[in-house]
């Protein structure tokens, strides 16, 4: 099994930014595939990155080009680094590693983009 801890929300102004950690416990996390998804009230759970055990990363279209994803095998540890954040990316963001058939979620961290 693997457990997932989300650290580093918070609030922030808009334009502002924020890092995101998560850290896993197990020996499994170099070899899965690591993403930040996302959801606000009211709304489903939404991908925001992924990062293959080979460093591959992949984005959805409203994050690109604002947030940086990437991992430290040696850390057992996958960051988000979230810049120029806009109102839209309020939400609970959650960590998942996968390795199918594991399939492990993060409690989760807040994040609040608000002037």
């Known amino acids: 099994q693997v457990q997932l801890v989300e650290s580093g929300g918070g609030l922030v102004q808009p334009g502002g930014s924020l890092r995101l950690s998560c850290s896993a416990s197990g020996s499994i996390f170099s070899i899965a595939a690591m993403g930040w998804y996302r959801q606000a009230p009211g709304k489903q759970r939404e991908l925001v990155a992924t990062i293959s055990s080979g460093g591959r990363t992949n984005y959805a279209e409203p994050v690109k080009g604002r947030f940086t994803i990437s991992r430290d095998n040696a850390k057992n540890t996958v960051y988000l680094q979230m810049s120029n954040l806009e109102p839209e990316d309020t939400a609970v963001y959650y960590c998942?590693?996968?390795?199918?058939?594991?399939?492990?979620w993060g409690q989760g961290t807040q994040v609040t983009v608000s002037s």
């Open positions: 998942n590693a996968r390795r199918l058939p594991l399939d492990a």
